[in-house]
């Protein structure tokens, strides 16, 4: 099975779906991320916030934010190798980069667009533990 990693910026919580203004991209890769792990695919995600180290001890990602700073993260890697740089994987990409069927990513079969995406993510929890927000 294929390892793939997402290193992403500092961000308030690990998945960044805090606050009134949620990003439809973070909602986006949350729920993919959740149906990967529902099918038996897990995918390791870190932000600068929560796990400095993990960008600390992986020599890539070290280099890469030396010589381009955080502005350009996330950072993709699959079989520790950089292969997506500064955005996230579409569906598609997903997909074809862990040779998975279309269907493990999205449950109900339809991909939402961005205006399903955002009524979805209104609500009055942020979801945060602590209270970071």
Avoid: H, W
Avoid at 28 to 44: A, M, P, Y
Avoid at 66 to 95: H, Q
């Amino acid at each position: 099975m294929k390892k793939m990693q997402i290193f992403e910026p500092a961000m308030c919580c690990s998945t960044g779906l805090c606050g009134v203004g949620v990003d439809p991209e973070l909602l986006r890769i949350s729920t993919v991320l959740n149906s990967l792990e529902k099918n038996g695919f897990k995918t390791d995600r870190f932000n600068l916030t929560d796990a400095p180290m993990e960008f600390i001890n992986n020599r890539k990602i070290n280099d890469f934010i030396y010589a381009n700073g955080d502005e350009k993260l996330p950072v993709i890697t699959l079989d520790g190798e950089i292969i997506i740089e500064g955005r996230y994987p579409s569906n598609e990409e997903f997909s074809r980069l862990l040779d998975i069927p279309d269907s493990f990513l999205n449950m109900d079969g339809e991909e939402k667009n961005e205006e399903e995406v955002k009524m979805d993510s209104k609500s009055d929890d942020c979801g945060c533990s602590g209270g970071c927000c």
